[in-house]
């Protein structure tokens, strides 16, 4: 018999109580061992459901018990949930946590600990809700060298994005609607302003490419100045905007970690990517690309998650050497955001082909001209910051202003 | 150091070798081991190659390495393919195979084997090519409780049904494309008439549902009659026929394995998925539906999902309770095709409303008329085979034939 135990009973919490009492047979089958759900942590009582008897208020009581062999960390933020992991791990029992806020800011430091005491630290509900994705990087994909991954991977952002799309709501109402519908918190800032991406991408990038990446290290920028005009003229150009969260391996070796909004054409699966789902592509040397595709959120995916790190965690006798990455002291293998190249799309007060091809040379698409004489266009030329920074200022010499500017996600 | 063996040096075999020795550092690091791809066993000598010494003739020689932990089976076909595999796990050697074939007819056998000599057979590639699939299934989403599975799951004949949609093509000609660019085999057979995507339904079927699914048990229905002009007016209707393997949970707990084109909605994900892309779509209580997309063959991306398997057999030290499944006996628990109930696309020689709506009821959408007279519509309610016979019947009474029926798959 094996126990586990959960901490917190929130949404996620009691998802995985609730998911693991109704597929119990089903689970132990395929784990092949006698489960029990033995404690929660919770400092609330919940006499009414039925699991009420369980709940405990000291995590002393669930480090005390040897049975206890796995515990899903479900509270959420770093304090107390790091305390209470790191103990976990320490007393030899291995965690499954939803908690990106935690595996991006600590991920280092808990699985060295769980490396040091021959258990696991798993943490797929982490990035992407339901969707697996983090087994399938370092397990199915473990012959891969990575070259990049993209992904949709906050799906508030991707909520309000798609009804400015669809029902041509601007920013602020789409916000709003999102807030409405639950979908976005009373205080949207961790989601619009892009660091819930930013520590899902920090996530992913530690763990294609071993080390860690702290998201100060992300150039991190939300949807917050996104136009609706920008958002219907892409469209019409056969773009979708979309926040991507994004890491990419250059030729000189080093990884540059993005979260921004950029232009992702129509043929490219993640623009079909709508609502509040989540999506990542995956670049390696063996595959080619794959997309990882489901919900990114909710209480019972995220539980789903959790349960399938908790499954397999309760089978190994010892710490899997693939699901881990260091904190190597610095961050000299990030390459700064100057380096940042893409083709792009732009917005100008004007429409002057001849000035366009005098600043850009080859590669600008056909221009689309509106009644206010705005234009916009696309250059189909990798163009880093600066180029973009100089274009800008060149343009201007010629009395042409740049309205809008965004990066398209290369195919 | 534990050793590797490839059986097979063709496509596949050879990528195996070529894709471990490129990312070896990488791999071992992963797998924490140090590793040697230390037998190739094929019938032809590759002195050209740099791993041309390690060709051996005799499986005997690869059974009597001790060292040699993990073998890759790239051999297709069912024998020798079998007696070697099953010689391998009786070894206490774990086998990765890409041999759909083999898993589909065999896989109950040799995963008992496996069991009872505590070693692994895996066979991550022969679903999907480089798409994680199988791992996702029994580990991520373990905690499910899955009600259906439905997926693109062979290259060749989405190929033919994308240049029938985009290049106007009909299917013999999209078919003499498809063999020109090595898509398709000079015998299109098993590709066309859907014997390859019946063996990879079988194969996620007995996954999830724990009971070996045999090929004949399937209803296949290949796209040798799929006609241009229904890929067409399905498409005016906001539908792309795709070839479409599937498996669902009915309310009577039975399962209802299924290969055939299906007429898909433009804003189901899986109409996107073009040329020789795979894709498959997973729905279960905990996720609601999640999908994964990639490369569904190919030298490298089936290679890298055979690694894969490799890179964790050699990590593991007994059987996974969860990657198996059960000869059961009986095909008792797959329901008969005639209980198979969808809603359906029709194309029908004379528009006539009421004759359509006496005969249908409720549901049929607007009618698309052309020159000829022919006519095109949908019927938004489920309908079961007979239910189409008596329909095709009582329309034919009406003086109406009715010239194709697609079934729409449900979203």
Redesign the interface.
Known sequence: MDKFAVLGCGVVGSGVVE??E??KA??E????RKLEMAYILDLRDFPDRPYGSKVVKSIDTILADPEVTVVAECMGGIEPAFTFVKACLEAGKSVATSNKELVAAKGDILLQTAKDHHCNFFF?ASVGG???II??L????????FSAIAGILNGTTNFILGKMITADMDFASALALAQEKGYAEKDPTADVEGHDACRKICILSSLAF?KHVYPESVHTKGIREVELKDVKLCMQLGYAIKLIARVQRLENGKILPTVMPMAVADDN?LS?VNGVYNAVMVR????????????GA?K??T???V??DM??EV?L?DT???QTWENVGSADFIEDFSQFSAERYFRTSAANAEALTEVFGEGVSEILTMDDHESVFTVAREMNVTEVEDAVKALSAKGIRVLAEYPILQP
């Open positions: 998911l693991f109704k597929n089903l689970i089958k395929r784990s092949g797929e339901a969707i697996p087994r399938p370092h397990k199915c994909l473990a012959a891969n060298d071993g699966l079909d390696g040397d063996g595959i080619s690309k794959a997309m990882f595709y489901g919900r909710g019972f995916p539980a789903s998650a349960l399938g499954i397999e089978q006798s899997i050497p693939a």
